[in-house]
C-alpha cells in the first residue's frame, strides 16, 4: 500500500493529505516551520507534546476546524478555541468535520501506568479518507476495547514509558492485522531509536511495516 500521503513530522506529530489535497493534522508539534496549510486539526489529549497551541497556530487557516476530546472542553477554551471552531468527542462518537473526511473516536488509556488515566476520556482516531481506514492510536497501552478495530493502516507507539513498549505494540498489531503498520512515539520525547526496529521484527510478516520518521 502507497502510503506517502502520510508524514509524521516529529514524536507523534502526523500529517495525512487526500487525493483531493486536503489536509488532516493530529497533534501537531515540533514545527520548524509554519505551513499553515491545516483543513482539519484532531488533538488526542492535553499533554504538552500533543496539545501545542504554538504549533497549532503553525499549521492552522482561518478555516480550520478542530476535533479534540469532550472531557478537556475548558482546556481548549481557556487556550482560545471556541465552540465554533471545534466539535469536542468523546471516545465511540464520530463526526464528519470536512466532507470526504471521517472521524471516529476510540479510547486511549494506560492499563498500569498513571500517565494516561481512563478518566481522562483521551482518544485516539479512526480517520476515514479516500476509501481507506487510518487508525491513529493516541498515547495509549493495549486495550482489549481496541483490539476488533477494523483499519487499513495502524499508526501506534512504540516507546513505552508512556505508552505500549515496542513489544506490546507489535502484539497489538497483530491481533488488528492491518495492511500496513506504522511505529510512532519513539526515539525523541520517550523510547530510543531502535525501538521502531524491534517492533518491525515482531510484526506478522504479512503486515507491512513502514518508517515514516
Known sequence: MDTSFIIINTHSSIRLQTLQGMVVYVD???FKTEPHDADVILITHTHFDHFSPDDIARVRTPNTVFVMP???KREFIEAGFTNKDVAFLAPYEKAMPLPGIEVETVPAYNVSKRFHPKDEAWVGYVVGIDDMRVYIAGDTDDLPENRT???DVALVPVGGTYTM???EAA???NTLKPTVAIPEHYGTVAGSASDGE???????PDI???FKL
Open 28 to 30: 501537531p508539534f515540533g
Open 70 to 72: 469532550a472531557h478537556n
Open 149 to 151: 478495530i477494523e483499519c
Open 165 to 167: 513498549d515496542a513489544r
Open 171 to 173: 502484539a497489538f498489531v
Open 198 to 204: 524491534t517492533f518491525a521484527k515482531l510484526v506478522d
Open 208 to 210: 507491512q511495516v513502514v
